[in-house]
């Protein structure tokens, strides 16, 4: 199975300090122990000037870095983040935000349809639908910025992509009583998600429901 890196984003959040003052940021990839040189190799060293009593994000392309570990996991012994102020204090609170495509050769059964805005399909399908979490205003997402959540829309025609028997004999039993099946997703997966809480402490967590990957009448 091929594992393609798509994004790789490495967060750095520098904490606030009491004071204005310079802070320098270093980003170490590891190499195995052994009796010549250093077992630090030199990714990244930035020079930052940090405002008083306020925080700062610290974004990093890490694409070549996580596309050269798949390619060779056992040149993968990490990397190590350094963040200090003039006076030694570690500043640094990071996260990596990665998005991979993985190319599996055993075929998948297609058990619903997907259409796009240009699709002349009138039958139940998936339609792609951006969410974008600055559009809303929430301020108080980290990452993602925007994920792809889809949605349902179409006919629901007789026996058609009927996810239930249930459905389909109570629409036969009572017609006149049974609004008949609606398209609505059949599966939906969580989606990883960086965030503030109510005490702007940093969380991350999966939240479920949040995108739709089939659809179907029920």
């Not at 983040?81 to 297609?110: Q, T, Y």
């Not at 205003?137 to 239930?164: H, L, T, V």
């Not at 629409?171 to 099946?181: D, E, F, L, V």
């Amino acid at each position: 199975m091929f594992t393609k890196v798509v994004k790789a984003q490495l967060w750095v959040y520098l904490r606030p300090v009491q004071h204005t003052s310079t802070v320098y940021l270093q980003i170490l990839r590891l190499k195995p122990v052994t009796d010549e040189g250093s077992r630090h190799i030199r990714i990244r060293s930035l020079k930052i000037e940090l405002n008083s009593r306020a925080g700062h994000w610290q974004s990093i392309d890490f694409k070549h870095v996580l596309q050269n570990w798949f390619k060779q996991p056992h040149n993968n012994w990490g990397i190590e983040i350094n963040a200090f102020d003039p006076n030694g204090n570690d500043l640094a609170h990071p996260f990596m935000e990665l998005r991979v495509l993985e190319n599996n050769k055993r075929s998948r059964r297609n058990l619903g349809l997907d259409c796009d805005e240009h699709s002349a399909e009138s039958r139940c399908c998936r339609y792609p639908l951006t969410v974008d979490f600055e559009a809303f205003g929430w301020d108080w997402i980290i990452a993602p910025k925007r994920y792809k959540a889809n949605y349902c829309s179409g006919q629901c025609e007789y026996m058609f992509m009927q996810k239930y028997p249930h459905t389909h004999l109570v629409q036969q039993a009572n017609p006149r009583g049974s609004a008949g099946p609606c398209c609505t997703p059949t599966k939906m997966s969580p989606i990883n998600m960086l965030y503030f809480n109510d005490k702007q402490q940093i969380i991350y967590g999966k939240i479920p429901g949040m995108v739709v990957d089939r659809c179907g009448c029920s």
